[in-house]
């Protein structure tokens, strides 16, 4: 079973900065990964798939980078929406979907 | 515009049994694999299962293996989840979603809770 670990587990910014988000899989998946942004309360939103594909209507300062065992996402400019907890998740072999334990991006 | 809405949660005592539904509109329903997705409190997102657009495969997580069930109705664009046997770790929102190899449209969740 591949495991995905994400870092740092919260993130402290201001707005207008940027910010670059990890996640690592245990063995290669490929471009296989996909980032999602979810908010409290709401439901999760795909962001990034194949790795740095922007999903439909996502704004372009989301980046996703990486292959193999190292992806990153980048956010830059911070908004005031885009604090939430990004996941990052797997599917090499789906299902299952794996995902990683989350990164919390907070108002500094 | 993808919508997926879910409902059935509620509070059920430790074994006893829930049926989730999920609504799906703005798409080609049947065209889709559907999954059922969890986030239990303080924690991050756990995929539980999925069903092809055929309804001909289904897939379950180890922890619901044997207790839930996965199923779909294409003629009226629905997904369900049969939950029995629950135990308190299974307390979580329960989102469904689109997509096989990843989600491409999530619902915003209904709330299991499980305790005496």
């Known amino acids: 079973e591949i495991v995905m670990t994400q870092s740092p587990a919260t993130l402290s910014v201001s707005p207008g900065e940027g910010v670059t988000l990890s996640c690592r899989a245990s063995q290669s998946v490929g471009s296989n990964l996909a980032w999602y942004q979810q908010k409290p309360g709401q439901a999760p939103r795909l962001l990034i798939h194949?790795?740095?594909t922007r999903a439909t209507g996502i704004p372009a300062r989301f980046s996703g980078r990486g292959s193999g065992t190292e992806f990153t996402l980048t956010i830059s400019n911070l908004q005031s929406e885009d604090f939430a907890v990004y996941y990052c998740?797997?599917?090499?072999?789906?299902?299952?979907?794996?995902f990683g334990q989350g990164t919390k991006v907070e108002i500094k | 515009e993808v919508q997926l809405v879910e409902s059935g949660g509620g509070l059920v005592k430790p074994g006893g049994s829930l049926r989730l539904s999920c609504a799906a509109s703005g798409f080609t329903f049947s065209n889709y694999n559907m999954n059922w997705l969890r986030r239990a409190p303080g924690k991050g997102l756990e995929w539980v299962a999925s069903i092809s657009s055929s309804s001909g495969d289904l897939y379950y997580a180890d922890s619901v293996k044997g207790r839930f069930t996965i199923s779909r109705d294409n003629a009226d664009n629905s997904l369900f989840l049969q939950m029995d046997s629950l135990r308190v770790e299974d307390t979580a929102v329960y989102y469904c979603?689109?997509?096989?190899?990843?989600?491409?449209?999530w619902g915003q969740g209904t709330l299991v809770t499980v305790s005496s």
């Open positions: 998740q797997h599917y090499n072999n789906w299902p299952p979907w794996t």
């Open positions: 979603a689109r997509g096989g190899a990843y989600g491409s449209g």
């Open positions: 194949t790795a740095s």
